[in-house]
């Protein structure tokens, strides 16, 4: 699998989302991305009580420990990379966590304009 550019959505190098908990599609706390990710998991998300719970109601459970894949489970304050389209379906029904930006791939502009992420960027970077 060849990563793509690792270009955040403001045009520089992709910054770190989480190495704790350890995230992305390659598992290397960067929100990279490629032909093979499906759900272009290229958000990086800070993770909200109120996300979690709808994710987890519309069959995405993140918030429960899942040890037999090595996943704790997240908890608020958590940054996650979220799919894009996950991130658009949340903006529209208004629960869509907070974005860092540095660490967002610019390929997540295939599925949520900048604008829409740029309303939701986190105030620390």
Known sequence: MKKDNSINVLGSALAMCSTQPVTGFF????????????????VCAVMTAEFLAYSKYVGNDLSTPRPEFGFAGLKPGDSWCLCASRFLQVADE???PQVHLEATHERALDFVPLELLERHKTSDA
């Open 94 to 96: 208004g629960c869509a």
């Open 27 to 42: 598992r290397d706390g960067h929100c990279n991305t490629c032909a093979e990710d499906q759900g272009s998991h290229t």
